[in-house]
C-alpha cells in the first residue's frame, strides 16, 4: 500500500474542513426513492510515541509510529423498519502496526430489521459490534475521548487460543516474558467485530441485548472474518441495563463460549475438545452525563478455562471521565487497573498468572467545527516483572468526519 498519496490526500482534506467546516455525507439515491442509501466517513492520522516494547495493542518497535486509517460507511434504510449497514477500512491493521504495509478489510455489515414503530425489538444479523459493556458504543475515533482503549479492551495477557500449555510451569512463565501480541489474547478484544446474530431494543426505562457470535470476546480480529466462522461452539453474550433518569444507565453484561481457535492442533488433553475450555464474563458498568460533565465506568472479571491448568481469572476496571471547557475544548481523564488471581503451581505453591497493570490516561481534545477534531494523550502504566511494557505513551489524532 503507498501510503503517501493517502496521507496527502487527508492532510489536504483536514486543512479544507477546517476552513469551511462544510462536508457532508454522500447521498446515494435520489430524495423521493423508497430505499435511501448514504455513504459517510471518517480519516485519522494517528502518531504514536513511546518505547519498547509497546504498551498495549501497538504492533511497531518503533518509537515514534504512524497510523493513517480510512473508515467508509455505507447505510442504507428501507422504509422504517429495515436497515443494512457496510463498515469498510483502509489503514496499517485493525490494531496499529498488526499489518506494516497496509490492509483494506469489512469490519463491519449486517442487516437488522425493526418489526415494530417502536424500538421495543430489533433483530439483526451479520458481523457487527459485542453488546458487551458500555465502552463499544463510543469506541470509534470521533465519539472516544481517547485515542486508545481501556485496558480491559486492549491490554495483552498470557492467555492464547493457539494451542493448549504442556505444563502448569510453562504456562506460569509466560508472565515472565514479553506479550507475543500476535499469540495471546485480550480479555475483550476492542468492539469483537464476529459474526452473529442478535436480538436487541428498548423497552420503558430498561435497555436489553443478547446475541448468539462466531467467537469469544478475546477472540484477535484474525478469528473475526467469515472465512473462519463456525458456530459448532458458539459465544453467547448479553446486557440488560436501566435508565431511571436522563442522567444514569447502569447494566450489567455476561459471556461465556469456547476461546480457542478451531481447526487447529490444540495439543489439548486426550479426551477433551476445545468446547470445554471457555471464556466466561460478567461486567457492570455506569454512566453518568448532565450539562459539561460526562463519566463512565465499568468492573469486568472474565475467567478462562485452560487446560492443564484450572480456572485462571482476571478483574478489570476503568473510571473515565470527560469535561467540556467549552464548546469546542474539552479534557478527559481515565483511571485503569487490572489484576490476576493466583493458580497452584503444581509443587504445593500458587501464583498469580500474570502481572497486574495500572495505567492513566489524560486527554486534551478540541473540535474545530462539525467536521474537524483533534486529540492530544499522555498515558502512564506500569506493570511488574521482566520483560515488562513501556510506561509512557504520547499519543495525537486528527479526526475529518463526513
Not at 246 to 254: C, E, I, K, M, R
Request: aromatic share 14%; hydrophobic share 40%.
Amino acid at each position: 500500500m503507498n501510503r503517501c498519496p493517502f496521507i496527502h490526500s487527508l492532510l489536504s482534506l483536514a486543512v479544507w474542513c477546517t476552513c469551511s467546516g462544510s462536508l457532508l455525507a454522500f447521498d446515494l439515491t435520489p430524495p423521493d426513492s423508497p430505499v435511501h442509501a448514504s455513504l459517510r466517513g471518517t480519516l485519522d492520522a494517528e502518531l504514536y510515541v513511546t518505547d519498547s516494547p509497546a504498551p498495549g495493542l501497538l504492533f511497531s518497535d518503533d518509537e515514534a509510529f504512524f497510523n493513517p486509517r480510512a473508515t467508509l460507511f455505507l447505510d442504507v434504510n428501507a422504509g422504517t423498519h429495515f436497515f443494512a449497514s457496510v463498515q469498510a477500512r483502509f489503514d496499517r491493521g485493525f490494531d496499529p502496526g498488526v499489518e506494516e504495509d497496509g490492509s483494506a478489510r469489512l469490519d463491519e455489515y449486517f442487516i437488522r430489521w425493526t418489526p415494530m414503530d417502536s424500538p421495543v425489538v430489533n433483530i439483526q444479523a451479520g458481523k457487527f459490534a459485542t453488546a458487551f459493556g458500555n465502552w463499544v458504543p463510543r469506541h470509534l475515533s470521533w465519539d472516544n475521548p481517547f485515542i486508545n482503549a481501556p485496558v480491559p479492551y486492549e491490554n495483552v495477557i498470557g492467555m492464547t487460543d493457539l494451542a493448549a500449555p504442556l505444563t502448569r510451569a510453562a504456562f506460569l512463565n509466560r508472565k515472565n516474558l514479553a506479550d507475543k501480541k500476535r499469540e495471546w489474547l485480550v480479555p475483550i478484544w476492542g468492539p469483537s467485530y464476529a459474526h452473529g446474530a442478535s436480538v436487541f431494543g428498548r423497552i420503558e426505562e430498561f435497555d436489553y441485548a443478547f446475541e448468539i457470535k462466531s467467537a469469544a470476546l478475546s477472540s484477535r480480529p484474525a478469528a473475526w472474518e467469515a472465512s473462519d466462522t463456525e458456530f459448532d461452539e458458539p459465544t453467547f453474550t448479553g446486557r440488560i441495563g436501566w435508565r431511571p433518569n436522563a442522567s444514569w444507565n447502569v447494566g450489567t453484561s455476561f459471556s461465556t463460549g469456547a476461546y480457542m481457535q478451531p481447526d487447529r492442533d490444540l495439543l489439548l488433553p486426550r479426551g477433551t475438545e476445545r468446547g470445554d475450555f471457555t471464556q466466561d464474563t460478567i461486567g457492570f458498568d455506569v454512566s453518568y452525563a448532565r450539562h459539561r460533565f460526562e463519566l463512565w465506568g465499568e468492573l469486568i472479571l472474565s475467567r478462562f478455562e485452560v487446560p492443564r491448568v484450572g480456572d485462571a481469572d482476571t478483574l478489570s476496571y476503568y473510571l473515565e471521565a470527560k469535561y467540556k471547557l467549552t464548546e469546542s475544548l474539552f479534557l478527559a481523564a481515565r483511571w485503569n487497573q487490572q489484576f490476576f488471581d493466583d493458580v497452584g503451581d503444581g509443587q504445593g505453591g500458587s501464583t498469580s498468572w500474570d502481572r497486574d497493570l495500572y495505567r492513566a490516561d489524560l486527554a486534551v481534545g478540541y473540535r474545530f467545527n462539525r467536521h474537524v477534531q483533534t486529540k492530544l494523550q499522555y498515558s502512564y502504566g506500569h506493570e511488574g516483572g521482566e520483560n515488562a511494557n513501556a510506561d509512557h505513551l504520547l499519543a495525537a489524532q486528527v479526526t475529518v468526519r463526513f
